[in-house]
């Protein structure tokens, strides 16, 4: 199963005065499986690009292919394919709206057709996946803090089963402990049942840690695309565009101008403390 997006384009106000290309030619494979992060300053196209993925957007020019179909075929299925490739929003209030949050979580698999009973099952499963307290089933979506809410619009789309998961900053506005527990909570699925996952986010560390693909978006375009290591030895490149490498990145090239022979593609604090003890036991020795 895959994403295939051939040389798409999307402009806002196309033939007006307020006209602007948000996305130009496009073309990227993303593959089973993957877990892939998406980077770029504000206005850079990423969140117009991830809602072109599950057909919340219309291409100006250019093709789609989900699994092989083109999505722009007449007669296509977009209901099947948001139910395939689910997308979380960056505000949850966006996406919470009935009265108590099992009731919400169970909302997408009824709206596929299936009976009640499945439906219910569907959402204690997704619900215990985000690892959502189970004495809060049945309280207002609305009474949750930010993370809470952030669990259950993600637990609802799961409840759907897709293939594809696209969470746009999920972890926005969170403290670092809310952050580093849906993070691991999306690892953790990704480990265990290879869904697919698309992260947008601003936090290089976030992105360095998690992800195995990296897709930098500058001005509508793919200005780099692959592995962290390989995207982040273009730091400099990223600073002009308005962004940046992890912080350990830097400490590793601050390290070497000082005279310690670290290598300098370290993306992870773990990286960081294994090269730097591995230089320090040769030096021991």
Do not use: W
């Given at each position: ?124 499963e997704a619900l215990r996946s985000v690892g959502f307290p189970e004495e809060l089933y049945y309280q207002s979506p609305f009474d949750l803090s930010g993370g809470q809410k952030r669990r259950v619009a993600i637990a609802g789309v799961l409840a759907m089963k ?124």
């Open positions: 199963m895959s994403i295939i997006l051939d040389k798409v384009n999307y402009t806002y106000s196309a033939g007006t005065a307020y006209e602007i290309q948000a996305l130009k030619d496009i073309n990227l494979k993303i593959e089973d499986g993957e877990f892939i992060g998406v980077i770029g300053h504000t206005g850079s196209g990423k969140s117009t690009l991830i809602q072109h993925l599950n057909g919340l957007m219309h291409a100006t020019s250019g093709d789609i292919y989900y699994n092989g179909a083109d999505i722009y075929d007449e007669g296509y299925d977009m209901r099947a394919l948001r139910s395939k490739v689910g997308l979380v929003f960056q505000y949850p209030e966006h996406q919470l709206f009935e009265t108590t949050i099992f009731d919400d979580v169970c909302y997408g698999p009824m709206n596929q057709g299936l009976p009640k009973n499945e439906a219910g099952l569907r959402a204690f897709p293939e594809v998961l696209i969470l746009d900053e999920p972890t926005a506005g969170l403290d670092p402990k809310g952050r580093d527990e849906i993070l691991d909570q999306l690892a953790l699925m990704h480990k265990e049942r290879g869904i697919t996952i698309i992260l947008v986010s601003h936090s290089m560390e976030d992105v360095a840690k998690y992800v195995g693909r990296i897709i930098v978006m500058n001005q509508g375009s793919v200005m780099y695309d692959g592995i962290p290591k390989e995207v982040f030895r273009h730091y400099k490149e990223l600073e002009a565009v308005g962004l940046a490498a992890p912080q350990v990145t830097y400490l590793m090239h601050e390290l070497q101008e000082v005279g310690i022979p670290v290598r300098t593609d370290a993306t992870t604090v773990e990286e960081a403390k294994a090269e730097i003890l591995r230089v320090c036991q040769g030096r021991i020795r």
